[in-house]
């Protein structure tokens, strides 16, 4: 039995759903089959769902059945039962769980038995309800269309022929939820299309932009943030053009972001970020703050923490983005107030690798060779960043010979299987121009202009600020 859905499902339940599950099954609106009821009552007691031995389909029988011979047809029909009933019970708490989905369901129950008065004290329930909804997103307008639309619908009935039938607001609710999940879609169809190269249609979505971008955005804030999501995707990379955009989000998003779930929210932090990236990899300097500034704003506000956790290359990379700008004192206050938040696996060397960057950048080189002697990253990419920064003190340091054995460990290290693409091409691109750097005779402009503008060609280049200031 381990590889049917049903063990997947229940695997997925935790205690209290499990209890939940076992009551729906023995009422007899939904399951009237003992053998059913029992078959749960052993999947749920001690270790039977993470016991290969105890799914075994004959040991399973044994239980249910005693000493009646094995029926493996019948086993199936209790399996495929058992099924139908938690998948409608789970289909059911999903829909329970919408308070105004629930409510219009009975409203046009209602309706369609012709009970005035109970209808119209349930839909000023479902009025109370969609108001106390804490979001403003696409589920919230969808569910406004369906409460408008009942309205009109009984109103229509009643008053035919009459002025006041709710139209407008039928209309402006579909409306709002269709731009906004719309944008959301095809914010995600571009920014993965970005990424990956993959081509998609996305349909009507440049009239759409042209008409949003004419709506009063202020009134709608989950309108306005895909819209300016979309714009920044689609900008010209001109800095004041895609800045404006930036800008204009991280405000909609501090001001109003609440009004979307924290998905929702991370979906478009994560957007904005990684939007950010390129343009602060290529020099762009007002990117690198830009990514700073929605860096501290999703740590303020707990969008990128998810679950209470971390991701430690998350840690990492916010912190190199502050330490980049020199916000080294908010550096310093961000490892103490967060590191709690990576895995406890991973928490000691995020911190620590932190900690490294952070005392190179204050040219405390002893202590920063003390932290590197002592944290030994088993992930390549972190490995790296560690070496990379070794590299740099050696050679501020100018202790050219075990630069050149650094070095070389780093090239075998990058002929490794596991390093990706990217990550290979800039290393390789970081030791070719550290050796040139070495060659360099510092009398010499011209090679040491040549060297520079190689530096500043050299795409990827982890490392392209630090060549920079060397050179001058």
Known sequence: MEKTSIVGIYRSLDKSEQREAGKWLASPAHNQR?????????????????????????????KLFGKTPYDDAKL?????????????????????????????????????????????????????????????????????????LEHYTNRGIQQRGQKDVRLQAVADALDNAYLIEKLR???????????????????????????????????????????????????????????????????????????????????FYLMAINLCIPRMNAGNEAFTREAFEWYRLGMENGVLIENDNLSRY?????????????????????????QQYVGVKYRELAANIVRIRLNYVRKNYGEAMHLLAVTDPKDQVLSLICKYTQLKIYYELEEYD???????????????????????????????LLRALLRLNDYNKEKKEALKQEVLATQPLSEREWFLGVLG
């Not at 029909?77 to 019970?89: D, G, K, L, P, V």
């Not at 330490?323 to 107030?337: A, G, N, Q, S, V």
């Not at 990058?414 to 030791?431: F, S, T, Y």
């Open 402 to 432: 075990v630069l050149e054995s650094l070095m070389d460990s780093i090239g075998a290290q990058l002929r490794r299987k596991e390093i990706v693409a990217h990550q290979k091409k800039n290393g390789q691109n970081i030791i070719r």
């Open 34 to 62: 003992k053998d059913v009821v029992d078959l749960h009552n052993y999947l749920v007691a001690g270790n039977h769902l993470t016991s290969t031995s105890a799914l075994a389909k004959k040991r399973v029988w044994r």
């Open 185 to 267: 879609l095809s914010c995600n169809m571009l920014f993965h299309q970005r990424v990956s190269k993959t081509p998609y249609d996305i349909g009507l979505l440049q009239p759409i932009v042209d008409h949003v971008g004419e709506l009063e955005l202020d009134k709608i804030p989950a309108l306005a943030i895909y819209y300016y999501v979309i714009m920044a995707i689609k900008g010209s990379r001109n800095t004041e053009e895609d800045g404006s955009y930036f800008s204009k989000l991280r405000t909609t998003a501090r001001e109003h972001g609440h009004l979307l779930p924290l998905t929702e929210q991370r979906e």
């Open 76 to 148: 199936r029909q209790i399996i495929h039962f058992i099924t139908r009933a938690i998948e409608e019970w789970l289909a059911y708490r999903e829909w329970r769980d919408d308070k105004v989905k629930t409510r219009l369901s009975l409203a046009g129950q209602l309706r369609r038995r012709k009970l005035g008065k109970p209808l119209e004290r349930t839909l000023r329930q479902v009025e109370k309800q969609q108001q106390g909804y804490p979001h403003r997103n696409e589920h919230f307008f969808r569910n406004e269309y369906l409460l408008q």
């Open 314 to 338: 998350t840690f990492i990379n916010v912190a190199f983005v502050a330490i980049k700008l020199e916000e080294l004192e908010w550096t310093d206050h961000f490892i103490e107030d967060y």
